[in-house]
């Protein structure tokens, strides 16, 4: 174990080999394993992803890994918050049932990438996984690298820890689904598609504001003036559907929440909203601007449509979404 990781009464494992080691034994204990895959920066969302895997598992293992990439170029991955000894501190007062974390999967970005990376795609080289005809719609529209760099670091990872189960929140809703489709198409068995799960989201309990470990960007006044109208517009989008309206005028409500709140503001805060969007779950494609509940019921016999959307407070980029209809078909657990 290196001399540079912090004390913990949790083991930590930085490398591969250690880490196997230890699931090895696991294994002749048969022991499940549940994981749950964090950048650090821990914070209310993602303790309720470890609650559920110690309530649902004999062990649960945790990675913290700030994957580079997942950043382009021009992104945050230099100031992204790096916060391990508190994250081990948070970690160390969980319990459950009588079960606490087990392990932290703590790898170094040499031990994740043997071949070296780089954050521009052109310049890298070695192995990446990429779910084709996924990663360009919604958030892919704006980080068209993203989910190849998600899907790469996330199939690692699950070839390290060999889970049983795994944990993701609803907050990044497409990741999380990609995830699923990916497990299922490369066929694998640690975990297997059905045995990934999709956590609500956690929120603000006064504002509603979706957790994020970006969140730590925020002003006071950001986070609690601005930042909640994301979710304000995607509510408003949800009841205009939920009342009968096209999509074309559930996205203007959300739009007119949004501008509502830039006028309130003025200058103090610099509100921009990046997208307000309706998609398919299956497929992520794009609802059809005329298409209304209605419509989307008698055409996809129940089947749950997405509505999310990302907006920029001051330089921070904030997602949310929320999912309309029979979200458990999803792996969305209650």
């Given at each position: 174990?290196s001399?540079?990781?912090p004390?913990?009464?949790?083991?930590?494992?930085?490398?591969?080999?250690?880490?196997?080691e230890?699931?090895?034994?696991?294994?002749?204990q048969?022991?499940?394993?549940?994981?749950?895959?964090?950048m650090?920066?821990?914070?209310?969302?993602?303790?309720?992803?470890?609650?559920?895997?110690?309530?649902?598992?004999?062990?649960?293992?945790?990675?913290?890994?700030v994957?580079?990439?997942q950043?382009?170029?021009?992104?945050?991955?230099?100031?992204?918050?790096?916060?391990?000894?508190?994250?081990?501190?948070?970690?160390?007062?969980?319990s459950?049932?009588?079960?606490s974390?087990?392990?932290v999967?703590v790898p170094?970005v040499?031990?994740?990438?043997?071949?070296?990376?780089?954050?521009?795609?052109?310049?890298?080289?070695?192995?990446?996984?990429?779910?084709?005809?996924?990663?360009?719609?919604?958030?892919?529209?704006?980080?068209?690298t993203?989910?190849?760099?998600?899907?790469?670091?996330?199939?690692?990872?699950?070839?390290?820890?060999?889970?049983?189960?795994?944990?993701?929140?609803?907050?990044?809703?497409?990741?999380?689904?990609?995830l699923?489709?990916m497990?299922?198409?490369?066929?694998?068995?640690?975990?297997?598609?059905?045995?990934?799960?999709?956590?609500?989201?956690?929120?603000d309990?006064?504002?509603?504001?979706?957790?994020?470990?970006?969140?730590?960007?925020?002003?006071?006044?950001?986070?609690?003036?601005?930042?909640?109208?994301l979710?304000?517009?995607?509510?408003?989008?949800?009841?205009a559907?939920?009342?009968?309206a096209?999509?074309?005028?559930?996205?203007?409500?959300?739009?007119a929440?949004?501008?509502?709140?830039?006028?309130?503001?003025?200058?103090?805060?610099?509100l921009?909203?990046?997208?307000?969007?309706?998609?398919?779950?299956?497929?992520?494609?794009?609802?059809?601007?005329?298409t209304?509940?209605?419509?989307?019921?008698?055409e996809r016999?129940?089947?749950?449509?997405?509505?999310?959307?990302?907006?920029?407070?001051?330089?921070?980029?904030l997602?949310?979404?929320?999912?309309?209809?029979?979200?458990r078909?999803?792996?969305?657990?209650d």
């Amino acid at each position: 174990m290196s001399s540079e990781l912090p004390q913990s009464s949790i083991p930590l494992f930085p490398t591969v080999g250690s880490y196997r080691e230890w699931r090895r034994r696991a294994y002749d204990q048969k022991k499940s394993v549940g994981f749950v895959a964090t950048m650090g920066a821990l914070h209310e969302g993602h303790l309720l992803l470890v609650r559920r895997s110690l309530a649902e598992n004999d062990l649960t293992v945790l990675s913290i890994f700030v994957n580079p990439a997942q950043f382009a170029p021009h992104e945050d991955l230099a100031t992204y918050p790096r916060t391990l000894p508190r994250d081990l501190e948070l970690l160390s007062t969980l319990s459950v049932s009588g079960r606490s974390p087990a392990a932290v999967f703590v790898p170094t970005v040499s031990e994740m990438y043997p071949s070296g990376i780089v954050q521009s795609v052109d310049q890298q080289k070695g192995t990446f996984v990429e779910v084709k005809g996924y990663g360009h719609q919604m958030e892919g529209r704006t980080r068209p690298t993203f989910f190849r760099g998600v899907a790469t670091v996330v199939t690692k990872l699950f070839n390290v820890i060999e889970p049983t189960r795994t944990y993701f929140g609803q907050k990044d809703i497409q990741q999380a689904l990609l995830l699923r489709r990916m497990t299922r198409d490369l066929l694998l068995s640690h975990p297997e598609p059905e045995n990934l799960f999709i956590v609500p989201t956690a929120r603000d309990p006064k504002t509603s504001l979706a957790l994020s470990s970006r969140n730590a960007y925020l002003s006071d006044h950001e986070r609690e003036k601005a930042a909640p109208a994301l979710y304000a517009a995607l509510d408003a989008a949800k009841s205009a559907w939920e009342a009968g309206a096209p999509k074309v005028e559930c996205i203007s409500r959300a739009q007119a929440v949004v501008e509502q709140k830039k006028a309130e503001l003025g200058d103090s805060v610099d509100l921009r909203l990046d997208y307000i969007e309706m998609n398919d779950p299956e497929t992520f494609d794009e609802l059809d601007a005329g298409t209304s509940r209605a419509d989307w019921e008698a055409e996809r016999e129940g089947r749950p449509l997405i509505i999310s959307g990302a907006m920029y407070v001051g330089k921070t980029r904030l997602i949310d979404n929320v999912v309309v209809g029979a979200r458990r078909t999803l792996g969305i657990v209650d």
